[in-house]
């Protein structure tokens, strides 16, 4: 008797397109996959009726969402919406308090306003801005992985993350976080699956940490 496929969905963080899940490789007996792209948000669209756009990208009952940085945010508010059977967040927070303090401070002062966000789409090549062969190299890998560079979108993406208000996780949550990620700091995670020497980035670098334990967590007590 073959073994029931199971279907996950995929959202990037914030900025990065589907590019950012191109070393994760599950099996193909047990998985299918798909991402979900980024959509341009209406004027003043709240994160709820986006999370319910976003839904209609999702073509299967009690799916797996796993969901990056913003996009595990993301997931989160699609799940309220939606019949899954597992919700996997990574390099992400869980609820408004896990939030690091600069966040929290830019919600009170709204200096997220004032992220210079026009500059992403108008720059065309990042590597001409950089100095030093370690920036041109990051800049290089900037330009590849956060390509969706709309201002309407990232002011609205900006805004929805530092903003965010969820007190409670959804429950059978599971979040897999690193212990050197400077974006979320660990110390302000609770209840983790902790990957050693793992980065805000991991999802690109440790793929291979990925690839041999996301399908056990995905199917350990599977719903």
């Not at 690091?100 to 990042?126: D, H």
């Not at 959804?170 to 990957?195: E, R, S, W």
């Not at 670098?205 to 690839?211: D, E, G, T, V």
Request: proline share 4%; net charge positive.
């Amino acid at each position: 008797m073959s073994q029931e496929v199971s279907y996950v969905y995929f959202v990037p963080g914030l900025a990065a397109d589907e590019s950012i899940f191109e070393f994760i490789k599950l099996p193909k007996d047990r998985f299918v996959t798909q991402t979900i792209p980024w959509k341009i948000p209406f004027e003043k669209e709240s994160i709820a009726s986006y999370a319910k756009r976003m839904c209609a990208e999702i073509k299967h009952e009690n799916c797996i969402l796993i969901g990056v940085s913003f996009g595990g945010v993301m997931i989160q508010e699609m799940s309220k919406y939606l019949n899954v059977s597992k919700l996997v967040i990574i390099s992400s927070v869980k609820n408004r308090d896990e939030l690091p303090a600069r966040m929290k401070i830019a919600r009170k002062t709204k200096a997220y306003k004032l992220v210079p966000t026009g500059l992403f789409s108008k720059v065309e090549n990042w590597e001409k801005f950089a100095f030093g062969e370690f920036a041109r190299k990051r800049a290089a890998l900037y330009q590849k992985y956060l390509s969706v560079n709309d201002k309407k979108y990232l002011d609205w993406a900006i805004e929805q993350m530092v903003c965010w208000d969820q007190e409670v996780a959804p429950k059978g949550l599971i979040h897999i976080h690193g212990d050197k990620d400077v974006v979320f700091p660990i110390a302000n995670i609770k209840d983790c699956i902790t990957v050693d020497n793992g980065t805000h980035a991991m999802i690109i670098y440790r793929a291979r940490w990925f690839n041999k334990y996301l399908p056990e967590i995905i199917e350990d007590n599977l719903q």
